[in-house]
T-cell receptor, first 112, second 112 residues
Framework: DGGITQSPKYLFRKEGQNVTLSCEQN?????MYWYRQDPGQGLRLIYY???????QKGDIAEGYSVSREKKESFPLTVTSAQKNPTAFYLC???????????FGPGTRLLVL | DQQVKQNSPSLSVQEGRISILNCDYT??????FLWYKKYPAEGPTFLIS?????DKNEDGRFTVFLNKSAKHLSLHIVPSQPGDSAVYFC???????????FGPGTSLSVIP
């Protein structure tokens, strides 16, 4: 059963803490993405990766970091440098960057 | 500067009537356009797409129209159903682009 999964569904972060959001896909897609959605706003691109061991900054990369060591996995770390991390985070994948993206169910990050 | 615009943040339509969601883009290099549907607290799902070599693409109740000269596309839903109530994102990409650009979304409410 192919798809893209994100965990956890909800995540709480304390002040000064780094947290990592998981994203896994078994669609054999080369490209993967992280977006952030704030209430009443659209999707803003944080980072994307076209291929394993390569990634590029999106429009709002500051305070975030990623890695792409495996084709199936693209974890996102929200660092303490991200001053407003509360948002809904969406991971997506596609065969290539210009192609249709398939999204995971999202992770809601809340700051304690 | 928004390259993909959805100027109507929200739209209400009676069940059974036509819903028309509009999208404008600024970059003439875009040659592939997509519509995504998103329910609250879920990831967006792909709905329909159109290539710039076409001016219309139809899939069941959903039709997308593309007017390249006006840099405008629209999504028609006929007949509208209550289950269509969601946020709809317009997105654009191109063969010379390395990412997909999303619009801010339009929230559609179909009233029974």
């Amino acid at each position: 059963d192919g798809g893209i999964t994100q965990s956890p569904k909800y995540l709480f972060r304390k002040e000064g803490q780094n947290v990592t959001l998981s994203c896994e896909q078994n669609l054999n897609h080369d490209a993967m993405y992280w977006y952030r959605q704030d209430p009443g706003q659209g999707l803003r691109l944080i980072y994307y990766s076209q291929i394993v061991n390569d990634f590029q900054k999106g429009d709002i990369a500051e305070g975030y970091s990623v890695s792409r060591e495996k084709k199936e996995s693209f974890p996102l770390t929200v660092t303490s440098a991200q001053k407003n991390p509360t948002a809904f985070y969406l991971c997506a994948s596609s065969t290539q960057v210009q192609e249709t993206q398939y999204f995971g169910p999202g992770t809601r990050l809340l700051v304690l | 500067d928004q390259q993909v615009k959805q100027n109507s943040p929200s739209l209400s339509v009676q069940e059974g009537r036509i819903s028309i969601l509009n999208c404008d883009y600024t970059n003439s290099m875009f040659d592939y356009f997509l519509w995504y549907k998103k329910y609250p607290a879920e990831g967006p799902t792909f709905l329909i797409s159109i290539s710039s070599i076409k001016d219309k693409n139809e899939d069941g109740r959903f039709t997308v129209f593309l007017n390249k000269s006006a840099k405008h596309l629209s999504l028609h839903i006929v007949p509208s159903q209550p289950g269509d109530s969601a946020v709809y994102f317009c997105a654009a990409s191109g063969t010379s682009y390395d990412k997909v650009i999303f619009g801010p979304g339009t929230s559609l409410s179909v009233i029974p």
